[in-house]
């Protein structure tokens, strides 16, 4: 499980293993792992196992008999879809998502669904539905959120890749906490159809270990759904291939001020920046130090708007899946008051958010176009300890503000719709990993990706595991 999805693939084509053997040892892993992590949703072993035996030796689909697991907010079918909610714990789907049905038609094979927060609001996952999941480098900390499930299953070795979404930083988020590749994709690359025709702030992709299975698996899921609103242009060569390409000598602005004033900076979240700066000069690139123009006030307020629109919208569809009305008893506290809070907004204040939202967004990318790339702190704290972040505090929209001070350098690229990756490039001292951001240019995934496999060539990390999976399996 900690070989690439790529190499197992080609174990599989060639005869080396079957499918069914490596589903067995993913399901092996799940069942020795997963009562410590809490990983998991949902194990569908017959179905994983069923779908494994009908791939056979010389199957050419990229990826097929390769295990992986959906996060528990898309459709899988046959497989319970929740969004980390009670009010939907029942709701078993009748259809795939698009990531899911491109996932299975490139010969992947769902063992299951990983765990997020109640709605994916939070970067942590500790719904109440589910309990916490945990980080495998420390069993005491958050694995990140809201793909915090997929990356601890990833981070410890129960599968190789797995599936999220991001629409505040919830790939890239645990992506760092777990030492892991998480690559946001630039808006409208993977459709979000059936359900929607795009989002201004959410997209889909995966947790990896390396920079080659992210590009190759970008090429399954990118492109256009019939009935897409928006779509990001195709590149001119795959991204698998982009990804192989040596980048010319680069031009990189490089920060470590926080897009919200307030967030403190551990000080070992900005040596990163530094260290990985002079890695970039050391290969030939140009780093510049800037202070890009995002300490606006009322951005956060401007983002919680329209975040909480969409959170908001999804707790309507919860309810109409159950047949009633949501009430408070059926989500923790904080996701009552997102939904009390848009409800109570008026259709003129929500709409005028997102206009504002959309302009900082342009400013922001007009001030980083004479740049190739942007390097910032992936986190602005360690992990935090499970329990940080309380759902049900006396005050639990204190606790959504608070959380965006762990976070403050991802959501602004989801308001821009810039790709950007999380890299595992160092670990720090205390044991846990320590992850950097690189924002590309608008749908400039490849150039980014190349930039990325550079790094990852010259500091390379997949042979990094935690405790937990060095003693586990056989």
């Known amino acids: 499980m900690f070989r690439s999805a790529l190499e197992l693939a080609g174990m599989v084509r060639s005869g080396e293993i079957s499918a069914r053997e490596l589903v067995e040892t993913s399901l092996e892993r799940i069942e020795e792992l997963n009562p410590a992590l809490n990983a998991f949703a949902q194990v569908a072993p017959e179905r994983a196992l069923a779908a494994a035996d009908a791939i056979g030796q010389g199957d050419e689909r990229p990826f097929a008999g390769v295990p992986v697991a959906i996060k528990n907010n898309r459709p899988a079918e046959g497989l319970r879809l929740t969004y980390g909610c009670e009010l939907m714990a029942k709701n078993e789907c009748e259809y795939d998502h698009n990531v899911t049905r491109r996932l299975k038609a490139a010969g992947f094979v769902v063992v299951g669904t990983t765990t997020l927060p109640e709605y994916g609001i939070l970067p942590v996952s500790e719904a109440r539905i589910f309990g916490p999941t945990r980080n495998p480098w420390d069993l005491g900390r958050t694995p990140g959120g809201s793909s915090g499930g997929a990356a601890a299953a ?34 409208g690359r993977i459709s979000t159809a059936p359900e929607l025709g795009d989002s ?37 060569q795959p991204f698998a291939r982009l990804a192989e390409q040596v980048p010319s000598p680069l031009r990189i602005a490089a920060t470590t001020l926080p897009p919200t004033a307030d967030a403190a900076l551990d000080p070992t979240c900005g040596q990163v920046v530094a260290d990985a700066s002079e890695l970039l000069r050391s290969l030939g690139h140009t780093v510049e130090e800037v202070d890009p123009p995002w300490q606006v006030d009322g951005l956060s307020e401007m983002f919680g708007v329209v975040f909480s629109n969409h959170i908001a919208l999804s707790i309507a569809y919860s309810g109409v899946v159950a047949g009633r009305e949501p009430t408070a008893e059926d989500m923790e506290p904080m996701s009552w008051a997102i939904f009390s809070m848009i409800k109570q907004l008026g259709a003129i204040e929500g709409l005028a958010a997102a206009a504002r939202l959309q302009s900082f967004a342009r400013r922001l990318v007009v001030f980083l176009e004479p740049y190739d790339a942007l390097l910032t702190p992936a986190l602005a704290q360690r992990p935090l300890p499970i329990g940080t972040l309380d759902t049900a505090a006396p005050d639990p929209m204190s606790t959504f503000t608070r959380s965006g001070l762990f976070t403050p350098f991802t959501p602004v690229f989801n308001a821009s719709g810039q790709p950007a990756i999380s890299l595992p ?50």
């Open 200 to 236: 201004p702030l959410v997209v889909d992709g995966m947790l990896t270990r390396s920079v080659a299975d992210t590009a190759a698996i970008l090429d399954v899921l990118a492109g256009y759904e019939s009935g897409d609103a928006t779509w990001a242009p195709p590149p001119p």
């Open 154 to 187: 990833v981070a410890s070795g129960m599968l190789p890749v797995a599936h999220g979404n991001d629409g505040g930083g919830s790939i890239r988020i645990p992506a760092a906490c777990c030492g892991l590749v998480g690559l946001k994709v630039a808006r």
């Open 425 to 474: 490039l160092y670990q720090g001292e205390d044991g846990l990993p320590l992850g950097v951001q690189l924002v590309g240019r608008p749908a400039g995934e490849g150039a980014l990706l190349a930039l990325a496999a550079q790094l990852e060539q010259a500091v390379p990390w997949r042979d990094r595991r935690p405790a937990i999976a060095q003693g586990a399996g056989g």
